[in-house]
T-cell receptor
């Protein structure tokens, strides 16, 4: 059973517009969430995270929103740039566990010039 | 900057061979992980280790083993390689503390012929 779901395999946006990547989870024990970005032939790079005690975390052009009641989080990129084109993975962690991350299957973002 | 180094970027082996994938991190992290990434499946955890000589199975440990003789080094072993183990293998590490993102190496693209 997939505990972290990214239902959109791909997303295409124009440069300068907002990119919104979505992620849903089923396990209510998850209390820390992360987004990773992955370019081809490179390892995933940590982008931004959010604890379950917050509903928003912002870092420059990147903002993550968490809706615990809906078990949903989203990553907003504003403004989108061609260099943001990559696969984005949502991941979740249970505090006090074994630090195992549970990853979604990823969303491929393409930002068109 | 955290550096996670995987010994090979590309590797080609034959069915039945014993294959070693090496990973070294330079940040004195306690936790180390091995994942495989396949198209449409995201990242799946094979094994992880939270201390020297300690190991725990992830979600897909069958056909693999691991070794952690030194804190900085975590090896993944394919005892008898099979074609279904052709994949991108990713190593990651992190501190044994709350809210710590995992840091990834650049991956090893392994092909089993």
């Amino acid at each position: 059973d997939q505990q972290v779901k990214q239902n959109s395999p791909s997303l295409s946006v124009q440069e300068g517009r907002i990119s919104i990547l979505n992620c849903d989870y089923t396990n209510s024990m998850f209390d820390y969430f992360l987004w990773y970005k992955k370019y081809p032939a490179e390892g995933p790079t940590f982008l931004i995270s959010i604890s379950s005690i917050k509903d928003k975390n912002e870092d420059g052009r990147f903002t993550v929103f968490l809706n615990k009641s809906a078990k949903h989080l989203s990553l907003h990129i504003v403004p989108s740039q061609p260099g943001d084109s990559a696969v984005y993975f949502c991941a979740a962690l249970t505090q006090g566990g074994s630090e195992k991350l549970v990853f979604g299957k990823g969303t491929k973002l393409t930002v068109n010039p | 900057d955290v550096k996670v180094t995987q010994s090979s970027r590309y590797l080609v082996k034959r069915t039945g061979e014993k294959v070693f994938l090496e990973c070294v991190q330079d940040m004195d992290h306690e936790n180390m992980f091995w994942y495989r990434q396949d198209p449409g499946l995201g990242l799946r955890l094979i094994y992880f280790s939270y201390d020297v000589k300690m190991k725990e199975k992830g979600d897909i440990p069958e056909g693999y083993s691991v070794s952690r003789e030194k804190k900085e080094r975590f090896s993944l072993i394919l005892e008898s390689a099979s074609t279904n183990q052709t994949s991108m293998y990713l190593c990651a590490s992190t501190f044994l503390a709350v809210n710590q993102p995992q840091h990834f190496g650049d991956g090893t693209r392994l092909s089993i012929l």
